[in-house]
């Protein structure tokens, strides 16, 4: 079955610090990745996506993702880390001309900062 | 252009009683889904719809009930409610793009509360 692991519940960094999550996939061929943020109470954006290419993407608020078809992952980076990137990340994928377009969802990290 | 658009934003039910979620989007997009969040479990799919006329079920339909009527709107009926059912409603959508470059829409999130 189509799946997408987020290894990690929670994280803790010291603000300043690096950060990268985890995400793999199990998919029979190479799916769309994403991941989103969410903020207490709020909705759900888009940090950055995936499709082919490049393996090293770039997003939005200084995020980064790598695509390691080896390792079946797409983890998110981020040099050095903001008091308001505490939040929840979501990594996603979506088959690959898939006549449905699921999106599914790994069971998010939790991003707690330290000053 | 209001996006996703999802009605009511929270709702208080007690057990047994029924209601039902509006999703509308102005976008013309075929494709809409509901999913629901609930704490350490990532976002999981109820039901989605690939067009006008037509329902499919996801991860986690038992419970919930959708008719996709109108393009624009996707509406999530729940007939009798569960203490389960409490958690926070997304509707996305999503249009099928030449390129591939096929990324979801979310709305704000309704949330539900079963008594």
């Known amino acids: 079955a189509q799946s997408v692991t987020q290894p990690d519940i929670h994280i803790t960094v010291s603000e300043g610090a690096s950060l990268e999550l985890r995400c793999n996939y199990s998919?029979?061929?190479?799916?769309?990745l994403f991941w989103y943020v969410q903020s207490p109470g709020q909705g759900l954006q888009l940090l950055l996506k995936y499709f082919s290419g490049d393996t090293l993407v770039q997003g939005i608020k200084g995020f980064e993702a790598e695509f390691k078809r080896s390792q079946s992952s797409f983890n998110l980076r981020k040099p050095s880390v903001h008091w308001s990137d505490a939040a929840e990340y979501f990594c996603a994928a979506m088959n690959y001309g898939g006549a449905t377009n699921k999106l599914i969802f790994g069971t998010g990290t939790l991003l707690a900062v330290q000053p | 252009n209001a996006g996703v658009t999802q009605t009511p934003k929270f709702r208080v039910l007690k057990t047994g009683q029924s209601m039902t979620l509006l999703c509308a989007q102005d976008?013309?997009?075929?494709?809409m889904y509901w999913y629901r969040q609930d704490p350490g479990m990532g976002l999981r799919l109820i039901h989605y719809?690939?067009?006008?006329?037509?329902?499919a079920k996801g991860e986690v339909p038992d419970g919930y009930n959708v008719s996709r009527l109108k393009k624009q709107n996707f509406l999530l009926g729940l007939e009798s409610a569960a203490p389960s059912q409490t958690s926070v409603y997304f509707c996305a959508s999503l249009v099928e793009t030449v390129s591939g470059a096929n990324v979801l829409t979310f709305g704000a999130g309704s949330r539900l509360t079963v008594l």
């Open positions: 719809s690939v067009g006008e006329g037509t329902t």
């Open positions: 998919y029979g061929a190479t799916p769309y």
């Open positions: 976008m013309n997009h075929e494709y």
